[in-house]
Protein backbone atom coordinates (compact mmCIF):
# COMPACT_ATOMS: atom_id res chain seq x y z
CA UNK A 1 0.00 0.00 0.00
CA UNK A 2 1.01 3.55 -0.85
CA UNK A 3 2.01 6.25 2.27
CA UNK A 4 -1.02 8.13 0.65
CA UNK A 5 -3.52 5.05 1.45
CA UNK A 6 -2.27 4.40 4.87
CA UNK A 7 -2.61 8.12 5.78
CA UNK A 8 -6.33 7.83 5.30
CA UNK A 9 -6.98 4.39 5.76
CA UNK A 10 -5.52 4.71 9.46
CA UNK A 11 -7.40 7.52 10.58
CA UNK A 12 -10.79 6.59 8.44
CA UNK A 13 -10.43 3.02 10.36
CA UNK A 14 -9.89 4.00 13.94
CA UNK A 15 -12.67 6.90 13.55
CA UNK A 16 -15.48 4.18 12.59
CA UNK A 17 -13.78 2.39 15.66
CA UNK A 18 -14.78 4.98 17.71
CA UNK A 19 -18.04 5.91 16.63
CA UNK A 20 -20.80 4.67 18.95
CA UNK A 21 -23.25 2.35 17.19
CA UNK A 22 -26.37 3.01 16.16
CA UNK A 23 -27.84 -0.12 17.13
CA UNK A 24 -29.90 -0.58 20.55
CA UNK A 25 -27.64 -0.49 23.61
CA UNK A 26 -26.51 -3.87 25.06
CA UNK A 27 -28.79 -4.81 28.00
CA UNK A 28 -27.95 -4.08 31.43
CA UNK A 29 -27.26 -7.88 33.90
CA UNK A 30 -30.63 -10.21 34.11
CA UNK A 31 -32.97 -9.49 36.88
CA UNK A 32 -34.95 -12.52 38.83
CA UNK A 33 -38.19 -11.40 40.10
CA UNK A 34 -41.60 -12.88 40.04
CA UNK A 35 -44.58 -11.31 38.03
CA UNK A 36 -47.70 -10.30 40.12
CA UNK A 37 -49.95 -8.42 37.69
CA UNK A 38 -50.47 -8.06 33.92
CA UNK A 39 -51.50 -5.11 33.09
CA UNK A 40 -52.31 -5.46 29.51
CA UNK A 41 -50.79 -7.71 26.54
CA UNK A 42 -47.63 -5.68 26.57
CA UNK A 43 -46.78 -4.31 30.20
CA UNK A 44 -46.64 -6.48 33.77
CA UNK A 45 -45.66 -6.01 36.97
CA UNK A 46 -42.55 -7.74 38.22
CA UNK A 47 -41.84 -8.21 41.78
CA UNK A 48 -37.81 -8.38 42.30
CA UNK A 49 -36.32 -8.97 46.08
CA UNK A 50 -35.99 -6.33 48.14
CA UNK A 51 -37.36 -3.32 45.51
CA UNK A 52 -40.85 -1.98 44.72
CA UNK A 53 -42.68 -3.95 41.79
CA UNK A 54 -41.62 -3.25 38.82
CA UNK A 55 -43.61 -2.33 36.21
CA UNK A 56 -42.24 -3.54 32.62
CA UNK A 57 -42.90 -3.04 29.08
CA UNK A 58 -42.26 -6.13 26.85
CA UNK A 59 -39.11 -5.03 24.00
CA UNK A 60 -39.87 -5.60 20.51
CA UNK A 61 -44.23 -5.76 20.17
CA UNK A 62 -47.04 -4.32 20.47
CA UNK A 63 -50.09 -5.51 21.76
CA UNK A 64 -53.75 -4.47 21.35
CA UNK A 65 -54.62 -1.49 23.15
CA UNK A 66 -56.94 -3.19 26.41
CA UNK A 67 -59.94 -1.34 24.38
CA UNK A 68 -59.44 -2.55 21.22
CA UNK A 69 -60.63 -5.63 19.55
CA UNK A 70 -58.21 -8.59 20.95
CA UNK A 71 -56.91 -6.36 23.72
CA UNK A 72 -58.55 -8.74 26.92
CA UNK A 73 -57.64 -12.16 24.66
CA UNK A 74 -53.94 -10.39 24.66
CA UNK A 75 -53.96 -9.81 28.31
CA UNK A 76 -55.51 -12.64 29.06
CA UNK A 77 -52.59 -14.89 27.11
CA UNK A 78 -50.11 -12.70 28.80
CA UNK A 79 -51.49 -14.06 32.31
CA UNK A 80 -51.48 -17.34 31.25
CA UNK A 81 -48.07 -17.57 30.18
CA UNK A 82 -46.49 -14.81 33.18
CA UNK A 83 -48.86 -14.70 36.20
CA UNK A 84 -47.12 -15.68 39.06
CA UNK A 85 -43.78 -17.20 37.34
CA UNK A 86 -40.68 -16.88 38.38
CA UNK A 87 -38.75 -14.43 35.37
CA UNK A 88 -35.79 -13.04 33.92
CA UNK A 89 -35.58 -9.85 32.97
CA UNK A 90 -33.10 -8.06 30.67
CA UNK A 91 -33.52 -4.46 30.50
CA UNK A 92 -32.81 -1.96 27.65
CA UNK A 93 -34.35 1.21 28.33
CA UNK A 94 -37.32 3.47 30.53
CA UNK A 95 -40.17 4.40 28.13
CA UNK A 96 -41.86 7.70 28.39
CA UNK A 97 -44.39 6.61 30.86
CA UNK A 98 -41.54 5.29 33.41
CA UNK A 99 -41.78 1.71 32.14
CA UNK A 100 -38.16 -0.35 32.27
CA UNK A 101 -38.24 -1.69 28.57
CA UNK A 102 -37.17 -5.23 28.59
CA UNK A 103 -37.18 -8.61 26.86
CA UNK A 104 -38.41 -10.90 30.05
CA UNK A 105 -38.52 -14.59 29.87
CA UNK A 106 -40.02 -17.60 31.85
CA UNK A 107 -38.31 -21.10 31.26
CA UNK A 108 -36.00 -19.63 28.53
CA UNK A 109 -39.08 -18.65 26.60
CA UNK A 110 -39.53 -14.96 25.61
CA UNK A 111 -42.51 -13.69 26.44
CA UNK A 112 -42.15 -11.10 23.53
CA UNK A 113 -41.35 -13.56 21.11
CA UNK A 114 -44.10 -15.84 22.21
CA UNK A 115 -46.89 -13.07 22.19
CA UNK A 116 -46.52 -12.81 18.38
CA UNK A 117 -46.05 -16.15 17.24
CA UNK A 118 -49.47 -17.18 19.24
CA UNK A 119 -50.67 -13.88 17.16
CA UNK A 120 -51.22 -11.67 20.41
CA UNK A 121 -49.35 -9.10 19.54
CA UNK A 122 -47.42 -7.26 16.04
CA UNK A 123 -43.78 -6.94 15.74
CA UNK A 124 -42.68 -3.27 16.32
CA UNK A 125 -41.71 -1.17 13.34
CA UNK A 126 -38.99 0.46 12.16
CA UNK A 127 -38.61 2.75 8.89
CA UNK A 128 -39.04 0.16 6.17
CA UNK A 129 -41.24 -2.36 7.81
CA UNK A 130 -38.58 -3.88 9.37
CA UNK A 131 -38.82 -4.98 12.84
CA UNK A 132 -37.74 -7.48 15.05
CA UNK A 133 -40.06 -10.07 14.96
CA UNK A 134 -41.91 -9.05 11.77
CA UNK A 135 -41.23 -12.87 10.26
CA UNK A 136 -42.88 -14.39 13.26
CA UNK A 137 -45.93 -12.06 12.92
CA UNK A 138 -46.11 -12.90 9.15
CA UNK A 139 -46.28 -16.55 9.58
CA UNK A 140 -48.85 -16.13 12.83
CA UNK A 141 -51.11 -13.54 9.49
CA UNK A 142 -50.52 -16.58 6.98
CA UNK A 143 -51.61 -19.59 9.86
CA UNK A 144 -54.27 -16.99 11.19
CA UNK A 145 -53.17 -17.33 14.80
CA UNK A 146 -54.81 -15.58 17.38
CA UNK A 147 -55.75 -11.67 16.38
CA UNK A 148 -55.29 -12.69 12.97
CA UNK A 149 -57.94 -15.17 12.25
CA UNK A 150 -60.65 -11.52 12.99
CA UNK A 151 -61.30 -10.01 10.38
CA UNK A 152 -60.17 -6.16 9.89
CA UNK A 153 -57.37 -6.67 12.62
CA UNK A 154 -55.43 -3.49 13.11
CA UNK A 155 -51.94 -2.45 14.31
CA UNK A 156 -52.29 -0.31 17.80
CA UNK A 157 -50.11 2.12 16.93
CA UNK A 158 -53.26 2.58 13.63
CA UNK A 159 -56.18 1.88 16.36
CA UNK A 160 -55.01 4.97 18.41
CA UNK A 161 -54.54 7.33 15.45
CA UNK A 162 -57.94 6.76 14.32
CA UNK A 163 -59.75 6.28 18.29
CA UNK A 164 -57.32 7.69 20.77
CA UNK A 165 -56.14 6.48 23.79
CA UNK A 166 -57.85 3.78 25.58
CA UNK A 167 -59.35 5.52 28.75
CA UNK A 168 -57.59 4.40 32.16
CA UNK A 169 -59.30 1.76 33.54
Avoid at 105 to 122: K, S
Wanted: glycine fraction near 8%; charge should be positive.
Amino acid sequence: MSLLVLRIAVPAALALAACPSRAAPPPRAPIAGVVTKVIDGDTLDVQVAGQAPMRVRLRDIDAPESCQPWGVEARQALEEMALGKNVELRTYATDRYGRAVASVTVDGRDLGQAMVVEGHAWSVRTRWDNGPLVKQERQARALGRGLHATAGAVSPKEFRQTHGACAPP
